[in-house]
């Protein structure tokens, strides 16, 4: 049970700032665009520009899909984007006119807290002359990795390093490869390759991601009912007595009433912290360091922990920027669950339960 919730969580508990309406499919203008034959997919406009600007079908892949709307697993907001093999482009209207016109997802944080819930293993820190460590996310880079990354657009087109070196089988061809995992990329080395402009690959994130989303989760069974005996068995604690008709709530009383009190620093929805598995719950906190990186993390009823290593932004006065929600599943445990905030800098923790009833 404990692996297929951990599952659902990678897959559905996405962590994201509000809840935002559902948009419009976005209209592309068909001035400048560009059909590949190789995928029968067409790129227009800004997302032609900066496919063609920043390193092609070397850097970014064929396009995969159609230009669409989609929710941002970074802030919850619907953006239009569209998928490549090897990233995601995501138009940002509110940075027009500058570079930050088109941004590239996070499909490298994404991909990792998927596939490494708790870190991946066996990671070396490369410590050739002239590497350097990133304080932002405490990783290193150095050697091929360090020469590429600052060739081929830095932080902005692959973001901090999230890991340090370790051996990965790839998911196409099932060979190992050394790799590194950063915000928006994952560098595999190819020796194969090696003094050519192939020695370093970038893994086919947007692939991954696009066959992901497009793949929903197997439902859990559920359970075959026992045979009734002849003399069913009494419960040893009755459970508690419905509410009064006059006063009709919601959600049953079994199971919310055990939920400890709210913690006064973290703001619920629904407000009663307790629904059954489908319930989308969500929450805002406060309290944190101006400006920090706030780490989120979800823990089971059996004590189990999962979520890391999402992170959510605060603001000026230390409240998160919007809130965090978490989408449940009936295939989840029942039982009182809990969130926690923790400050990356000041590790100021705010804990919240809530509970999910049969």
């Known amino acids: 049970m404990k692996d297929n919730v ?3 969580l990678r897959l559905s508990a996405v962590l994201m700032l509000a809840l935002p309406a559902f948009a419009a499919s976005p209209a592309v203008a068909q001035g400048n665009c560009r059909t590949f034959t190789e995928t029968g997919k067409t790129v227009c406009d800004k997302f032609l520009t900066y496919w063609n600007d920043n390193g092609g079908l070397a850097q970014q892949g064929f396009p995969i899909s159609d230009v669409k709307s989609e929710m941002s697993k970074t802030d919850g907001k619907i953006y239009t984007v569209q998928y490549f093999e090897r990233s995601v482009f995501e138009l940002h209207p509110e940075f027009a006119g500058t570079s930050n016109e088109v941004l590239l997802q996070l499909l490298g944080v994404s991909y990792y807290a998927k596939n490494y819930p708790g870190g991946a293993p066996s990671q070396t820190p490369n410590a050739e002359a002239g590497s350097q460590t990133f304080v932002e996310t405490g990783k290193h880079l150095g050697g091929t990795f360090q020469r590429y990354w ?5 932080l902005r087109q692959q973001g901090f390093p999230i890991s340090d070196e370790f051996l990965e089988t790839n998911a196409l061809d099932g060979k190992q490869y050394k790799v590194q995992y950063f915000e928006r990329a994952v560098f595999e080395y190819h020796p194969e ?11 086919q994130l947007g692939t991954f991601t696009l066959r992901d989303n497009s ?7 559920a359970p075959i009912p026992p045979t009734p005996t002849t003399a069913p068995v009494q419960p040893t604690t009755p459970p508690p007595p419905p509410p009064p008709a006059a006063t009709p ?10 939920l400890p009190p709210a913690n006064p620093n973290v703001i619920s929805i629904p407000a009663s912290r307790c629904g059954k598995g489908g319930t989308v ?5 406060g309290g944190f ?3 920090e990186s706030v780490g989120v993390y979800i823990t089971l009823p059996d004590g189990s922990v999962a979520g890391a290593p999402f992170q959510v932004d605060t603001d000026g006065e230390g409240n998160i920027l919007g809130g965090v929600s978490f989408a449940t599943s009936p295939s989840f445990p029942t039982g009182i669950w809990a969130i926690t905030f923790e400050g990356v800098q000041s590790h100021t923790a705010r804990i919240e339960h809530f509970a999910i009833i049969p």
């Not at 600052?150 to 830095?154: I, K, P, Q």
């Not at 390759?193 to 893994?203: C, D, H, Q």
């Not at 709530?249 to 055990?258: D, E, K």
């Open 281 to 285: 719950f969500g929450w805002t906190a």
């Open 193 to 203: 390759f090696a003094g050519t402009a192939n020695e370093v690959l970038l893994s």
């Open 215 to 221: 793949t929903p989760p197997t439902a859990t069974p």
């Open 150 to 154: 600052a060739s081929h657009g830095g």
């Open 249 to 258: 709530t919601s959600a049953p009383v079994s199971g919310c009433a055990a």
């Open 6 to 8: 951990l599952r659902w």
């Open 289 to 291: 360091t101006p400006n």
